[in-house]
């Protein structure tokens, strides 16, 4: 039997006000995949939608904001135990006059308990470590990560049967 495939978009959410910063997230503490972990806002894509519209709706619903698509960041492929997931991240900037707030999220799926303007992109380096494909993608881009070696990594990872 073949596992299911999930194809997940991660928004990168900037601000012209505070263009040196990125939104984090934290997820709930109970997350099955990656509980408790700093990363990226993320959402599974919904049949027929394309990834800058599912990013579009990761900040209405889980931001509670708008914001605009301006970059495709890269995508990764990764084996978990329960699934395989293509994930690839998009820079968003937040439109004028909005700002996100995870706590007036309405989402039926995973909702964060925390958010923070960061500008220091080691804050994402915990959970690249724990197999979090949005936070090695981030920091790939950044340069502050190589992507052979954290390829490499994840054959290790828990999150690979």
């Known amino acids: 039997m073949s596992k299911q495939i999930k194809y997940v978009v991660a928004v990168v959410l900037t601000d012209p006000k505070r263009p040196e910063q990125y939104l984090t997230v934290k997820r ?8 408790g972990a700093v990363g990226l806002p993320a959402a599974t894509m919904r049949a027929g939608e394309l990834p800058e519209q599912a990013a579009a709706r990761i900040c209405r619903e889980k931001l509670a904001c708008e914001a605009t698509s301006t970059r495709f960041m890269g995508m990764m492929f990764q ?3 329960s699934y395989d997931i293509f994930l690839m ?3 968003m900037t937040l439109n004028e006059d909005s700002e996100p707030d995870v706590l007036k999220a309405q989402t039926e799926h995973t909702a964060y308990t ?13 959970s690249a470590k724990h197999g979090s494909c949005c936070s090695s993608i981030f920091l790939t881009d ?5 992507r052979d070696e ?6 290790g990872s828990n999150l690979v049967a």
């Open 79 to 81: 084996k978990r135990n």
């Open 28 to 35: 709930p503490d109970d997350d099955p995949d990656l509980g």
């Open 142 to 146: 950044r340069g502050l990560l190589d």
């Open 150 to 155: 954290w390829i490499g990594s994840l054959e």
């Open 89 to 91: 991240d998009i820079e």
């Open 114 to 126: 925390e958010q923070n303007w960061s500008a220091d992109p080691m804050d994402m380096l915990p």
